[in-house]
């Protein structure tokens, strides 16, 4: 496929704080070092992301300067082979909410609405418009982990997620659009899969919402100092598998 890329402006990070990473205390804080000494700082992603978070990687941190919080840093970033890969889970669905009319699949449409409940699972976001009669419902994932140019969702098991591709499979089976878009936040990331070694029920699910006509795009995020470049990359089984 030919790579279509979309430039945002990056109102999501300034200027990160370099810091060298220590040790992970729980799923979502961190030890790090900078220049001021040891920091506690807050993980905003609960995946394992064992490749990037280890002792001794370079990472960057994120300033929040908001009151009453625990931590004065989020972890945002993590040097890789490639360049920095942005592990902040919290990353796509703030691209969708500020941005979700510059994406192709979702044009057409006159109004979002994020974090939608249907049933029992709640959709990241649901899209109306005036030549639809049906709602289009969308669902975000973060991608971190990348092995030989796939990226590979999820890094953990993820019993949300799997109930999350069951309802979109039932939706598009009642006539609804279904979405699924995976952020490949790791500029080595070439494509998107399932990981299925790590939750083959995960990548079961996909197969079926597959089937079940749920459409699925990815794209590669890469934050720049001024822009947001994402790159539209297929969504294909790794080489081999």
């Not at 009669?133 to 140019?149: D, M, N, R, W, Y």
């Not at 990548?203 to 990815?218: L, S, T």
């Amino acid at each position: 496929m030919k790579n279509k890329t979309i430039l945002i402006p990056n109102t999501f990070y300034g200027l990160t704080v370099p810091a060298v990473f220590h040790r992970r205390l729980h799923r979502f804080a961190a030890w790090v070092e900078t220049e001021e000494g040891i920091e506690e700082v807050h993980i905003p992603n609960s995946g394992r992301l064992a490749e990037l978070l280890f002792a001794g990687n370079r990472v960057g941190l994120h300033l929040e300067g908001r009151k009453g919080r625990k931590t004065r840093y989020t972890l945002v970033k993590a040097q890789t082979p490639d360049g920095w890969a942005f592990i902040d889970s919290r990353l796509p669905n703030r691209i969708l909410a500020r941005h979700w009319q510059d994406f192709p699949p979702l044009r057409g449409y006159d109004k979002a609405y994020p974090e939608t409940a249907v049933g029992a699972s709640r959709f990241d976001l649901a899209l109306y418009g005036k030549n639809s009669p049906a709602i289009t419902f969308l669902e975000a994932k973060c991608v971190t982990l990348v092995q030989e140019g796939s990226g590979l969702f999820p890094d953990a098991p993820t019993e949300r997620g799997r109930k999350h591709l069951h309802e979109l499979a039932h939706l598009a089976r009642d006539g609804n659009r279904a979405l699924v878009f995976f952020f490949v936040q790791h500029p080595g990331g070439k494509r998107a899969w399932a990981n299925g070694k790590t939750d083959p029920e995960f990548a079961a699910a996909m197969h079926e919402a597959i089937q079940a006509g749920v459409e699925f795009y990815a794209y590669r995020v890469m934050p720049g100092e001024e822009w947001v470049e994402l790159t539209e990359v297929p969504v294909e089984e790794p080489p081999g598998d």
